[in-house]
């Protein structure tokens, strides 16, 4: 705190103005944390994602037949939520992609996201019998989320399976620290917190730097 405070009082100093002595200080704090903590969002991502987006629609105007692309767009709407969107482009895929476990998982995930939650629970245990480690292990984690508030035990048993085969992923221990509470259960809640944080202490420092988000969270549980 009192290196944030030298800093802004030297920066108040050299630029003569407190609000942009303050956009600068942040500015610098934001690009110490990506470039070496990760816990801040990416601002190039999101920009780099739209433009992607407005070049595939563009050439899939022009050649509607490249399922590739589709599956690309879909899978780029997904990250921005645009859940209706991607699954409009999904569902006319199915019969050629009925053997894709990253198509059943897509399409799962959209069908849940947009209220057929029954037909998003089907499609994403599907893309598991398909291949039990696609998206690695993702729809475990997005189940967990369904049966979250309805089915706690059955939302417990998908995140031990995550974390069979994500066994350094903090964000799993993080999801059962939190259904530990729901249960009422914080004694095991607090040890999933420790457990996943001693987990974290062990990995190297390319992967910590993914996994800090999630770490900090743990901190807080714990």
Same mark, same amino acid.
């Given at each position: 705190? %009192?290196?944030?405070?030298?800093? %802004?009082?030297?920066?108040?100093? #050299?630029?003569?103005?407190?609000i942009?002595?303050?956009l600068?200080?942040?500015?610098?704090?934001?690009?110490?944390d990506?470039?070496?903590?990760?816990? @801040?969002?990416?601002?190039?991502k999101?920009?780099?994602?739209?433009s +992607?987006i407005?070049?595939?629609?563009?050439?899939?105007? &022009? $050649?509607p037949?490249?399922? $590739?692309?589709? *599956? =690309?767009l879909a +899978?780029?709407l997904?990250?921005?939520?645009?859940?209706?969107?991607a699954?409009?482009?999904?569902?006319?895929? *199915?019969?050629?992609?009925e053997?894709?476990? =990253?198509?059943w998982?897509?399409? &799962?995930? $959209?069908?849940?996201?947009?209220g057929?939650? /029954?037909? &998003?629970?089907? @499609?994403?245990?599907?893309?598991?019998?398909?291949?039990?480690?696609?998206?690695?292990?993702?729809?475990?984690l997005?189940?967990?989320?369904?049966?979250?508030n309805?089915?706690? =035990?059955?939302?417990?048993?998908f995140?031990?399976?995550?974390q069979q085969? *994500?066994s350094? $992923?903090? /964000?799993a221990?993080?999801r059962?620290? *939190?259904?530990?509470?729901?249960?009422? +259960?914080?004694n095991?809640?607090k040890e999933?917190a420790? =457990?996943?944080?001693?987990?974290?202490?062990? #990995?190297?420092?390319?992967?910590?730097?993914?996994?800090?988000?999630?770490?900090?969270?743990?901190?807080?549980?714990?």
């Amino acid at each position: 705190m %009192f290196k944030l405070t030298f800093l %802004f009082l030297w920066l108040y100093w #050299l630029l003569g103005n407190p609000i942009i002595a303050i956009l600068v200080l942040l500015v610098v704090l934001y690009l110490l944390d990506r470039r070496f903590v990760g816990i @801040s969002p990416s601002i190039l991502k999101p920009l780099k994602r739209l433009s +992607r987006i407005r070049k595939l629609k563009a050439h899939i105007a &022009g $050649s509607p037949n490249d399922v $590739s692309a589709k *599956q =690309e767009l879909a +899978r780029l709407l997904i990250e921005r939520k645009k859940f209706k969107e991607a699954l409009q482009l999904l569902e006319p895929l *199915q019969r050629t992609l009925e053997d894709s476990a =990253e198509y059943w998982d897509a399409l &799962g995930h $959209s069908q849940a996201e947009t209220g057929n939650v /029954e037909q &998003g629970i089907a @499609s994403m245990n599907n893309a598991l019998k398909l291949n039990a480690r696609v998206k690695y292990g993702a729809p475990y984690l997005r189940l967990a989320d369904i049966y979250a508030n309805t089915d706690a =035990e059955k939302a417990l048993d998908f995140l031990r399976q995550f974390q069979q085969i *994500q066994s350094s $992923s903090c /964000e799993a221990y993080y999801r059962m620290a *939190q259904l530990y509470s729901k249960l009422g +259960r914080q004694n095991e809640a607090k040890e999933a917190a420790k =457990e996943g944080l001693m987990m974290y202490r062990t #990995l190297p420092r390319y992967k910590k730097r993914s996994e800090r988000g999630y770490a900090v969270r743990l901190l807080f549980k714990k």
